[in-house]
């Protein structure tokens, strides 16, 4: 799609610039259907053409051109620590209570 659309805006471009050249340069007299035309000192904007018909190259080509993306910041964020307490069962009490246990202590979560 991005193909057709391209091709029709070159050709769009292609259309619109062809004529504005194949006028001339307007600056030489000659006979013009009734008249003798010649430079009479008017402003002839002979760059609308080639300007528009590039703009519009330019922009097709822009508008094929795929788009990149930086792949988005990952941020992890550090687990907290479990809480837990010691407990010693021969005690029946909490480590900082009792300082020390004859059997091994028992980690308890709250």
Not at 41 to 70: E, F, K, M
């Amino acid at each position: 799609m991005k193909r057709l659309t391209a091709a029709i805006v070159l050709a769009l471009g292609a259309a619109l610039t062809l004529p504005a050249q194949a006028h001339g340069g307007g600056y030489g007299g000659g006979w013009r259907g009734g008249y003798h035309g010649g430079y009479h000192g008017g402003h002839h904007n002979h760059w609308i053409g080639p300007v528009l018909g590039a703009a519009l190259i330019g922009g097709a080509i822009y508008a094929t051109r795929t788009p990149s993306y930086a792949a988005p910041a990952v941020v992890t964020v550090p687990a907290a620590p479990p809480q837990v307490a010691y407990y010693c069962s021969t005690w029946g009490q909490y480590y900082p209570s009792v300082q020390t246990c004859p059997v091994p202590w028992q980690l308890v979560s709250y």
